[in-house]
């Protein structure tokens, strides 16, 4: 049986290829004393209130291995779940992986799939995973332009006649939005507040409309103590602004290297947006008014890269996605390694 899995610096998700349901968790592990692990939702609760006795993980930043033990845990953990126990001993394993990872980084995601049991492991780019899970059309003579607004990393790629025309990727992200978040309050409000009250002041900011402040609990660093702050919506619209700079530099960057004809089809088709970020109604107006190119936010985003990973046996008997070619100079995809 074929497993799947993508591996997000916020969220694993895992199924059996061909089949159309999935696994979907945040990508958190705690360790209590005894050194057993509580992986997902129930891990993810803890963060920011966990004893010192209990160390609480992530085990994919930007993309790539953070904690190589803790991926083993969480394939292993997704292999139990997915998969029924007498076949549990021959899996092989695909993994969808950014573009922008390094040679080094590849073969640690491989090694974590090999020590977790799998036979065979291979990487395939995230951004055509996408675009397969999006539904669009990578097999025919026309451009289409898929950007990935994940956690971690921000990927976008040009695709047309199953090849990669170009595909880039940044560690930047939705959690950097969080983490810029927290850092301004520290510094212009002496306030302190943790990663999930930073995440959910951002989406909270996004969805209100004309309000001009936001609640927030946290800790006052003049007195020590606990208080609650007013937080200006403006301020943390202006980290939504730098992060949708930072997107279009990179779109702007992958079409530069793209033949005119695709960038034709690009304008007439709009630009694909996928990833929890292309959730955010303000950032995709944003990104409208910035580039005055439309921009068409698939069917349930955040799990595109899954979807494309689990249709691609499906729809096609032999899967497309590790076949995918690639004309970038930057080593190719996909890695495969048997045992
Ligand atoms: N409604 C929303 N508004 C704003 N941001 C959102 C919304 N929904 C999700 N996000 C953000 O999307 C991000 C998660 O996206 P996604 O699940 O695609 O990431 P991931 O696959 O785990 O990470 P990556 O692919 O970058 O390694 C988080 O930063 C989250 O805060
Ligand atoms: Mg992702």
């Known amino acids: ?3 799947v899995v993508d591996l997000g ?7 059996v290829s061909g089949r159309e349901d999935f696994i979907s968790e945040p990508c958190v592990i705690a360790y209590d004393v005894s050194g057993e692990a509580i992986i997902g939702t129930e891990a993810a609760k803890m963060i920011g209130r966990n004893p010192d006795l209990v160390k609480i993980t992530t085990p994919v930043q930007w993309g790539a291995v953070n904690d190589f033990s803790a991926v083993v845990d969480i394939i292993r953990h997704v292999a139990k779940t997915c998969l029924p126990g007498r076949l549990r001993r021959k899996f092989t394993l695909t993994m969808a992986i950014p573009s922008g990872l390094t040679q080094v980084e590849r073969k640690a ?7 977790a049991g799998a036979k065979e492991v291979t990487l395939v780019n995230s951004g055509v995973a996408a675009a397969l899970g999006a539904g669009l059309p990578i097999q025919d003579p026309v451009g ?7 956690a971690g990393v921000t990927e976008a790629a040009i695709l047309s006649m199953r090849g990669i025309v170009d595909s880039r990727s940044l560690n930047v992200g939705g959690r950097s939005i969080d983490h810029a978040i927290i850092e301004t309050l520290k510094k212009d409000y002496s306030f302190l507040i943790g990663q999930l009250s930073a995440e959910q002041l951002k989406r909270r900011c996004d969805a209100a409309d004309g ?4 609640e927030v609990k946290g800790r006052n660093l003049s007195t020590g103590l606990p208080d609650s702050l007013q937080v200006p919506c403006a301020l943390i619209q202006g980290q939504w602004e ?3 700079n930072t997107i279009v530099d990179l779109i702007v960057q992958t079409l530069a290297s793209c033949p005119p004809e695709l960038v034709g089809d690009i304008m007439d088709r709009g630009i ?28 349930d985003p955040e799990n595109c890269v899954i979807r494309g990973l689990l249709k691609d046996a499906k729809d096609t008997r032999s899967a497309v996605l590790a076949n995918f070619f690639s004309n970038l100079s930057h080593p190719q995809l996909p890695i495969s390694s048997k045992k």
Not at 9 to 15: H, I, L, N, V
């Open 1 to 3: 049986m074929h497993l």
């Open 9 to 15: 610096s916020s969220t694993f998700r895992a199924g």
């Open 109 to 115: 995601m491989v090694e974590a799939g090999k020590t």
């Open 144 to 150: 289409c332009l898929v950007v990935n607004l994940g």
């Open 211 to 214: 309000t001009e402040t936001l």
């Open 242 to 244: 730098n992060y949708c």
């Open 272 to 299: 694909v947006l996928v990833g929890g970020g292309a959730q955010s109604k303000g950032l995709v107006n944003l990104l409208m008014e910035r580039t005055d190119v439309p921009m068409i936010v698939a069917d």
